[in-house]
């Protein structure tokens, strides 16, 4: 077995500077490198030396943008966390709950802020573009699917 631990921080720090949160920039690197093909939060805690509280704001954190899924573990007692299938076409499609709630909090905003505002035009800006993402994301995703099975 490989030790994998640098690479793991390393990615960690990567998508850390990209935005994450620390620790859930370190929960995703535990589970792109993890032997198994699920993990629990005890076990992540456990290996990561970090809080479980920690721990779940992450997985409801991968979970929400539709990184990570809870799957059925027979026999066990505890809850089960896995990297999705097709994860990064998700997270980049109207299925990730946060962009769907950027879209829809920009749409609301707008509303509220009134019409020929300053904070309206900005937040027309954001909807227009999560508006656009969310027409032409579904070519691009499947194109690369296509590519992947060929």
């Given amino acids: ?8 921080e390393h990615l960690a720090l990567v998508l850390a ?6 620790a859930t920039a370190r929960v995703l690197a535990a589970f792109m490198f993890a032997d198994q ?6 076990e992540l805690a456990e290996r990561l030396g970090i ?6 704001g992450a997985i409801k954190m991968l979970s929400t943008v539709g990184l990570i899924e809870r799957v ?11 990297v999705r299938e097709g994860a990064w076409a ?3 499609s109207s299925q990730n709950g946060m962009v769907q709630a950027m879209f829809e909090a ?3 905003g707008i509303a509220a802020a009134g019409d020929g505002s300053h904070a309206a035009r ?3 800006e954001m909807r227009d573009f999560y508006g656009f993402m969310f027409r032409e994301m579904p070519a691009l995703i499947e194109r690369w699917r296509s590519g992947r099975g060929a």
């Fill in 106 to 108: 920009a749409d609301r």
């Fill in 90 to 92: 998700t997270l980049m």
């Fill in 37 to 42: 093909d699920s993990i629990t939060a005890p």
């Fill in 17 to 22: 500077q990209g935005g994450l949160q620390k």
């Fill in 122 to 124: 900005r937040l027309q």
């Fill in 51 to 56: 809080s479980s509280g920690a721990v779940s």
């Fill in 1 to 8: 077995m490989a030790d994998t631990t640098e690479a793991a």
């Fill in 72 to 82: 059925p573990a027979p026999g066990s007692r505890r809850e089960h966390y896995r």
